[in-house]
């Protein structure tokens, strides 16, 4: 796009020029004409048709603020005072050389002419705001440099003069434009570093929100974990501690049963012994008694001999104690 605009800048100018050039072919008849009728200026002026000129010049007006522009920021921008700069300027000289020339030829040099044709010409709707003050800057910086000789104008006038001249006042008041475009641009950029700089801390904040959240949804999701860990292991313990107690229950049981058995199976002894004890004396008491009734029979019978008589503990049913240590009836 800036390649097409920059080739349009030297077509705007040479539409201009053909434009002047051509008006001046019939502006030369007009006058001609005008002699002959008693016409003036008036009528050589709308011949050379400064309405349509204005429209051409006022595009390339904005051709030359361009250049202008490019101009100052590379002055701006540049470290060796503007060297390197001169390329905008260079394509406003040769721009401007040929609008001069082309009005110098359609007026043929005369002074009053130029001046009254491009005041018409800066008066036209075409032309306006800061275009209409740029198309006076020109008509007086050409007026200015013009000779009262209409010759020397047509024949010897060194276009360089008026461009120059003009160059130099346009270039000053866009400076003032452009510094004023510069600081609302640094003001708008500063805007939208202060935008981007709420859109990045916003970003941090809920990037940092996210991450706190994140982090105490993990730390929580932990401390569940932890907690339920806990909880079983406090079960695991309560469930070993009930076993235990009921392993140490059962085992009081089996021990009390074993005492029990003990016990009873030491009574039964106890009972069993005191049986075979008493049934061991009662036959040696009957004895007893059976040989303290005969006494007419002396001891030893009728030989005289004393016979001891034993007791017969075979003859005596037997006494068993059981497995419970119950005496068992005789059979």
Not at 248 to 274: I, K, Y
């Amino acid at each position: 796009a800036a390649g097409s605009r920059a080739e349009a800048m030297p077509r705007n100018a040479a539409a201009a020029c053909a434009l002047l050039l051509g008006a001046a072919a019939s502006a030369r008849a007009a006058r001609a004409v005008g002699r002959g009728r008693g016409g003036g200026f008036l009528s050589l002026s709308s011949d050379l048709q400064p309405e349509a000129v204005a429209l051409t010049l006022a595009r390339v007006e904005q051709d030359w603020r361009e250049q202008a522009d490019e101009f100052l920021r590379c002055q701006n921008t540049s470290h060796a005072g503007g060297a390197g700069c001169e390329a905008p300027n260079g394509r406003f000289r040769a721009s401007c050389a040929k609008i001069v020339t082309a009005v110098m030829q359609a007026s043929s040099g005369n002074r009053n002419v130029v001046r009254d044709y491009l005041s018409e010409v800066c008066a036209q709707k075409g032309l306006d705001g800061w275009r209409t003050e740029a198309c006076h800057s020109l008509a007086d910086a050409m007026v200015s440099a013009m000779s009262p000789t209409a010759y020397k104008n047509r024949e010897g006038m060194d276009s360089a003069v008026p461009c120059q001249s003009f160059w130099k006042g346009f270039t000053s008041s866009e400076r003032v434009r452009l510094e004023k475009v510069l600081a609302a641009d640094q003001v708008e950029e500063q805007h939208r570093a202060e935008a981007a700089e709420k859109v990045r801390q916003a970003s941090k904040e809920a990037a940092d929100a996210e991450a706190e959240a994140k982090r105490r949804g993990e730390a929580e999701a932990a401390a569940e974990r932890e907690a339920e860990a806990q909880r079983q292991a406090e079960e695991a313990a309560r469930r070993a501690e009930q076993q235990r107690a009921r392993m140490a229950e059962a085992e009081s049981r089996l021990s009390a049963q074993a005492e029990d058995v003990e016990r009873n199976a030491s009574q039964g002894m106890a009972e069993a012994q005191a049986a075979i004890d008493a049934a061991t004396r009662r036959p040696t008491q009957t004895a007893e008694g059976s040989g303290a009734t005969s006494g007419s029979m002396p001891p030893g019978g009728a030989t005289g001999k004393t016979v001891g008589t034993a007791p017969n503990i075979s003859a005596q049913p037997a006494v068993k104690a059981n497995a419970t240590g119950e005496t068992a009836a005789p059979g």
